[in-house]
């Protein structure tokens, strides 16, 4: 057994487990034949598949090609799935695959890329750090997945699988002791980082077992604050913690019975800390200038996020015979106890945002019924059948919004004439030192029902054809909407007033009213196989998804309006191939079209804070193309070559309404701009977040000392041809190419179940971003991790007992 932790995926895998779905070979074999080579099985259909079978574009990784691949977090699936973005918008997860993404945020903004663990729909969420769990395999399902994925699928799925408890004892202790090397300048120093981690598994009697995992990151932080007069200014650390529970009970030989649980929590600051790199006029009160990014800010005001996710799950399975019946039901809640931004991004007292009730919670129920080898003409038929039910809700139950006229107000006329037009802000304003704060709060309610089916017909052994749709009925409203005045609110952002339920000194304002917005909607796929020789699948698709409409939940000035359901069609032509003994190739084209694009923004010179719309219409015209090579599959089976590449014209063809911020002055505009409609036509400029061109190949040896051990050698690269940030595709916000070299040396010594990793990421310590904002204060930016060396260390301690 050879675990490893995957930490923001929170993932500590697990080999060896007699039910587990990839195929297992002793370890010693394995790393000599090279482990990026293995068989990947995949339930992107709802069934156990091989990869290569599945007449989808999917990378699907087991747990030994994630460690090969030295894949630790979340964030570093883009470094081996090219065509996948992954940066932070104040704090939140913001993902783009094959073109096709949000650059909205909050609660009431769905993502594009449906993630699910085990069957379970994890919410978008600070981080993604609700994925904590021994892991199987992670699947990276392209292009729309509604028929079987359902709601908010419209560029893929993430599709991650845990193992079931093992036949016999096992556990695993993991260490990591490892440097940032930020290299800042004056000031910068490297950066310690220490994160542990244990698995265990072990049946309890001959029917249950049991799987735990507990992990942890200790504090650290990267880079430092300084203010104006070069002394410290706040700081808070990182941290995760986080532990995971499964327990299955085969009740009979065709009944089962799953429970799981995980609770994650922790602090993460770099979503919510950046520089200002680039100044904007009309709130600064000075001409743009530019600066490099560094490790080092200038905040007044502690930003971050504390999250606390927890997620429960039961899974019942009976196979009473011609039909399998499957039965999900979760839990989830993610709850922010405190979150902050300082949004001017200076040591300027001048607008920063906190909130000490921000939450997310939402049950589901998923009935399937899936045919098997007893059912009707299963030598011609293959189906899945269900029901899913969600409901859900999240917001904000207290957002408060500071503003300091010294600096601010002064330089922003919107902003004077929305604030004097409550008289009573207008009597504070008669004091330029005051500080004028705001409280709002909003809710976004979702009750869904769907029904969904899915079959392929095998006409002989050359052609089959697949059919699926699915029909969701959705509604959602918006409840305790409000924005209210604080008339002696304490300075301290944690002051005991903003955290309790006590509003005895607000003053209400307004509050807002809306009427649920029901949406029917049918998600089909269509799908023709043909296999002319052995070793080769040629595949053609047609498939759609939705995205669900919502609502400006956060709006200080206005009425929440409602922004139209996103819809996403996509046209595919692939190949899987398996002709040659020593090399795999796939490859595709496809053609995607996008209505209603989903769309957000941050401006306070709106006249509100969030504000999301719908861009009109997007087509994207992409190819790809992976493969794996075993160079010398007999002088030398341990060497192992794989690669991906990904192209992609993605442009806006009907953006007519588009709303930004002048390059030059820094003045918001837009349809909802304080003087007017003034929006610009961003119609033929190109999708945010998704580069031209990217690609990945990797390296991996495999060598054998014998009785000594054994010894993997892997060296990475990923470029990225760069991208833009801004939909009116300013060259200021724009992510240059970059590549980033990566490398480790892995020792094995089974029987003692150790394994020592030396590892180094970004080597090259190559600049980029995480971050990078358009605000009223200009351009906002967070750089990536840099340079990280260290070493792990893991312990297989069931060598003891087993």
């Given amino acids: 057994m050879n675990p490893c932790l995957i930490r923001g995926l929170c993932v500590v895998c697990a080999v060896g487990s007699g039910t587990a779905a990839v195929a297992q070979e002793p370890a010693q074999s394995k790393r000599s034949a090279n482990r990026l080579l293995e068989e990947v099985t995949v339930t992107a259909q709802k069934r156990e598949e091989n990869s290569q079978d ?188 986080g532990a995971r529970l499964k327990l299955v009970w085969d009740i009979t030989d065709t009944l089962s019975l799953e429970l799981q649980a995980s609770e994650v929590s922790g602090f993460n600051g770099p979503g919510f800390i950046y520089e200002e790199t680039r100044s904007a006029q009309v709130l600064t009160g000075a001409n743009p200038a530019e600066q490099d990014a560094d490790y080092v800010w200038h905040n007044d005001f502690q930003g971050g996020v504390e999250t606390v996710n927890t997620v429960y799950g039961a899974i019942l399975e009976w196979r009473p015979g011609p039909v399998d019946i499957k039965a999900i039901l979760s839990d989830v809640n993610v709850e922010i106890p405190f979150a902050a931004d300082d949004y001017d991004g200076s040591y300027n007292n001048s607008v920063n945002f906190f909130t000490y009730h921000q939450f997310g919670e939402q049950e589901t129920v998923e009935l399937q019924v899936l045919s098997n080898d007893e059912s009707w003409m299963a030598d011609k038929l293959e189906w899945v059948a269900g029901y899913y039910h969600f409901e859900g809700s ?202 209603n694009i989903l769309t957000g923004i941050v401006s306070l010179t709106s006249g509100g804070v969030v504000r999301f719309s719908n861009a009109g219409k997007g087509e994207i015209d992409g190819a790809e193309l992976d493969f794996q090579w075993q160079p010398m599959p007999d002088m030398n089976p341990g060497l192992a070559v794989t690669g991906s590449a990904t192209y992609l014209d993605a442009v806006y063809t009907d953006y007519k309404n588009g709303a930004g911020f002048d390059d030059e002055t820094g003045l918001y505009f837009g349809p909802d701009s304080p003087t007017g409609d003034n929006s610009r036509d961003f119609s033929g400029n190109s999708i945010v977040r998704t580069p031209d061109f990217s690609y990945q190949v990797a390296l991996n040896q495999a060598v054998s000392a014998g009785r000594y051990g054994d010894l993997e050698f892997g060296l990475d690269y990923f470029y990225s041809g760069g991208y833009n940030t801004s939909p009116q595709n300013s060259p200021f916000y724009e992510q240059p190419a970059y590549d980033l070299w990566n490398a480790r040396v892995n020792y094995f010594y089974d029987p003692y179940g150790l394994q020592v990793t030396l590892f180094g990421n970004n080597i090259a310590n190559e600049k980029y971003y995480s971050t990078l904002l358009q605000t009223d204060f200009g351009r906002s930016v967070t750089l990536a991790a840099p340079r990280l060396v260290g070493i792990k260390v893991k312990w297989d301690f069931d060598t003891l007992i087993n």
């Fill in 54 to 241: 599945v007449p989808i574009s999917i990378q699907a990784f087991s747990q030994e090609k994630l460690d090969a691949y030295g894949i630790e977090n979340t964030m570093d699936l883009a470094k081996i799935t090219p065509g996948l973005t992954m940066t932070y918008t104040y704090g939140y997860t913001v993902v783009y695959l094959r073109g096709v993404g949000t650059d909205a945020f909050l609660p009431s903004a769905d993502p594009s890329v449906a993630t699910y663990i085990d069957g379970i729909n994890v919410p978008p969420g600070h981080g993604k750090k609700d994925a904590l769990g021994p892991v199987e395999r992670v699947e990276i399902l392209k292009g729309p997945q509604g028929t079987l994925f359902g709601r908010n699928s419209t560029a893929g799925a993430i599709n991650m699988i845990t193992p079931r408890p093992p036949e016999e004892f096992v556990g695993s202790l993991k260490v990591e002791e490892a440097f940032f090397q930020p290299d800042g300048g004056e000031g910068v120093s490297d950066v310690e980082k220490t994160s542990y981690s244990l698995y265990m598994g072990a049946p309890l009697t001959d029917n249950i077992g049991f799987t735990v995992a507990y992990f942890e990151d200790l504090p650290y932080i990267i880079g430092e604050n300084r203010l104006a007069d070069g002394t410290k200014g706040p700081m808070r650390e990182d941290y995760t913690q």
């Fill in 394 to 595: 999240g917001g904000f139950e207290r957002l408060f919004f500071n503003v300091y006229p010294v600096g601010t107000v002064a330089n922003a006329a919107p902003i004077t004439n929305l604030l004097n037009a409550f008289p009573i802000v207008e009597d504070i304003l008669q004091d330029p030192f005051a500080r004028v704060t705001l409280e709002a709060g909003a809710s976004l309610v979702t009750k869904s029902d769907a029904v969904y089916a899915q079959g392929t017909w095998r006409f002989n052994d050359d052609w089959s054809l697949t059919l699926g749709a699915r029909y969701q009925d959705e509604t959602r409203g918006i409840e305790n909407s409000f924005l209210d005045y604080v008339r002696t609110a304490p300075d301290e952002p944690d002051g005991e007033y903003y955290r309790g339920k006590d509003r005895s000194r607000n003053v209400r304002l307004d509050t807002f009213n809306v009427p649920d917005v029901n949406t029917k909607t049918v998600s089909p796929r269509i799908a023709v196989q043909y296999t002319p020789v052995d070793g080769l699948q040629l595949y053609s698709s047609l498939s759609r998804g939705y995205k669900s409409p919502t609502y400006n939940t956060i709006n200080f000035f206005s009425d929440p309006d409602l922004v139209e359901k996103e819809t996403a069609t996509a046209f595919e032509l692939g190949f899987k191939s398996d002709l040659f003994e020593n090399l795999r190739l796939n490859g595709a084209v496809f053609h995607t079209e996008i209505k």
